[in-house]
């Protein structure tokens, strides 16, 4: 038994944690090759090495993916100090290189001389599509404004269908339940972020972010975008890009009588978050949102025009509502505070509502001990207390999109 458990250890020397392995770079300059400080890790992996997301079989574990910062010119490399089969040869290595071939596109380099080689190249190299935008943030580091342009692409442009190939691998690193779309379908559009800056007196871009969006057909003749994925590499997070670009998606298909609204799939708390913030930047400049509107209530007014001037439906646009409203309420006033918590909190109240409904259907053919359970689940102090903890967490939520109003 002791043998045992001194071969479980010297096993468990083996086991890498693959968010720390794999080593992600945008990659400008030659020596930003051999520089650490330029690498960033995933979030998750889990879609590859499992939900332990760890790899066995090697130590010091080091999976290369570097890509050149505009073409997205990909070196995949695997290093490890020692591997399990050395020691042990009735035990087999993960294989960790074959994880990563599924889902990197074919004509990666496997050689770091060749990948420098065609950095050389990326002066070649430029953004897809149709400008749509351009704007600038200051780099207090560089001392200077960055430029930056977002593009909408055509899959059918020369050249992207591979780009974007590459380009889509990062979903899986940073998009826990990501997957790969089928862009042989015309109904996607893409828009893409792009950094301008300067290699040895030329203009070079650098790949910052994407978005898909898949345009659903509404009878009779109108179309639902709907925003399928979104992302901004790490390098660039925090910048301020996902709110440039999900503003000018917005306005661009604002700009189209065919499309009913625009939606998203699946959203994830930081997509929410970045909506509200740009639904409510576009939305305080429509008449029906002025301050001495928004004092009355939520109206159909508001619902309209925001739907029809920006695509923007009626469950998003009372959220907005409901934002701006909090921002010219004065929560030290008892009275004003309360009456804006009362009706926060009677939208909260629906689904409890719909609940309620459901279960008077359901008491013709319920037992008596399922009744039972189903009126003990919707006792009405829970209810209470379930509100509050609802209404405090909004609260919260539009405090610091708010916040962010005022700093923009």
Same mark, same amino acid.
Request: aromatic residues 12%.
């Given at each position: 038994?002791?043998?045992?458990? &001194?071969?479980?250890?010297?096993?468990?020397?083996?086991?890498?944690?693959?968010?720390?392995?794999?080593?992600?770079?945008?990659?400008?300059?030659?020596?930003? +090759?051999?520089?650490?400080?330029?690498?960033?890790?995933?979030?998750?992996?889990?879609?590859?090495?499992?939900?332990?997301?760890?790899?066995?079989?090697?130590?010091?574990?080091?999976?290369?993916?570097?890509?050149?910062?505009?073409?997205?010119?990909? @070196?995949?490399?695997?290093?490890?100090?020692?591997? +399990?089969?050395?020691?042990?040869?009735?035990?087999?290595?993960?294989? +960790?290189?074959?994880?990563?071939?599924?889902?990197?596109?074919?004509?990666?380099?496997?050689?770091?001389?060749?990948?420098?080689? @065609?950095?050389?190249?990326?002066?070649?190299?430029?953004?897809?599509?149709?400008?749509?935008h351009t704007y600038s943030i200051h780099n207090e580091e560089a001392g200077e404004d960055i430029t930056y342009q977002i593009h909408k692409v055509?899959? &059918?442009?020369?050249?992207?269908?591979?780009?974007?190939?590459? *380009?889509?691998?990062?979903?899986?690193?940073?998009?826990?339940?990501?997957?790969?779309?089928?862009?042989?379908?015309?109904?996607?559009?893409?828009?893409?972020?792009?950094?301008?800056?300067?290699?040895?007196?030329?203009?070079?871009?650098?790949?910052?972010?994407?978005m898909t969006v898949y345009n659903y057909y509404v009878y009779p003749d109108k179309t639902r975008p709907r925003v399928s994925q979104m992302l901004?590499?790490?390098?660039?997070?925090?910048?301020?890009?996902?709110?440039?670009?999900?503003?000018?998606?917005?306005?661009?298909?604002?700009? /189209?009588?065919?499309?009913?609204?625009?939606?998203?799939?699946?959203?994830?708390?930081?997509?929410?978050?970045? $909506?509200?913030?740009?639904?409510?930047?576009?939305?305080? &400049?429509?008449?029906?949102?002025?301050?001495?509107?928004?004092?009355?209530?939520?109206?159909?007014?508001?619902?309209?025009?925001?739907?029809?001037?920006?695509?923007?439906?009626?469950?998003?646009?009372? $959220?907005?509502?409901?934002?701006?409203? @909090?921002?010219?309420?004065?929560?030290?006033?008892?009275?004003?505070?309360?009456?804006?918590?009362?009706? +926060?909190?009677?939208?909260?109240?629906?689904?409890?509502?719909?609940?309620?409904?459901?279960?008077?259907?359901?008491?013709?053919? @319920?037992?008596?001990?399922?009744? &039972? /359970?189903?009126? /003990?689940?919707?006792?009405?102090? *829970?209810?209470?207390?379930? *509100?509050?903890?609802?209404?405090?967490?909004? *609260?919260?939520?539009? $405090?610091?999109?708010?916040?962010?109003?005022?700093?923009?």
């Open positions: 038994m002791a043998g045992v458990n &001194a071969m479980e250890k010297k096993l468990a020397e083996y086991k890498c944690d693959t968010n720390e392995a794999i080593c992600l770079k945008l990659v400008r300059f030659p020596e930003d +090759v051999d520089d650490e400080g330029t690498s960033f890790h995933p979030e998750y992996s889990h879609q590859l090495y499992g939900d332990d997301e760890v790899a066995f079989g090697y130590k010091g574990l080091q999976i290369q993916l570097y890509y050149s910062a505009g073409s997205l010119t990909t @070196l995949f490399k695997v290093k490890y100090s020692s591997k +399990v089969t050395e020691k042990f040869e009735c035990v087999e290595p993960d294989d +960790v290189e074959g994880k990563i071939r599924e889902i990197i596109p074919q004509g990666f380099c496997g050689n770091t001389d060749d990948f420098i080689s @065609l950095l050389e190249k990326e002066a070649n190299f430029k953004p897809f599509g149709n400008l749509i055509e899959l &059918a442009s020369s050249g992207f269908r591979e780009y974007h190939g590459r *380009l889509q691998t990062f979903l899986m690193w940073f998009i826990e339940t990501a997957s790969f779309i089928d862009v042989d379908d015309d109904r996607w559009d893409f828009f893409l972020v792009f950094e301008k800056y300067n290699k040895d007196g030329e203009t070079l871009f650098a790949t910052v972010g994407y901004i590499l790490p390098p660039f997070q925090g910048e301020g890009h996902g709110a440039q670009l999900l503003e000018t998606v917005h306005r661009f298909y604002c700009n /189209s009588p065919k499309v009913q609204d625009i939606t998203a799939e699946d959203p994830s708390e930081n997509y929410v978050k970045l $909506r509200d913030f740009v639904l409510v930047k576009l939305c305080q &400049a429509l008449q029906s949102f002025s301050a001495d509107k928004i004092s009355l209530g939520f109206s159909e007014d508001m619902a309209i025009e925001a739907q029809e001037k920006l695509k923007i439906n009626k469950k998003h646009a009372r $959220r907005v509502y409901e934002i701006l409203r @909090l921002r010219a309420t004065d929560m030290s006033n008892e009275e004003v505070a309360r009456a804006y918590r009362l009706e +926060v909190k009677k939208r909260l109240f629906g689904p409890y509502k719909k609940n309620q409904r459901e279960l008077t259907k359901m008491r013709k053919c @319920l037992r008596p001990e399922e009744l &039972a /359970s189903q009126v /003990s689940q919707m006792d009405t102090q *829970l209810q209470h207390e379930e *509100l509050e903890r609802g209404y405090q967490d909004v *609260l919260g939520e539009y $405090r610091r999109i708010i916040e962010r109003l005022a700093r923009a």
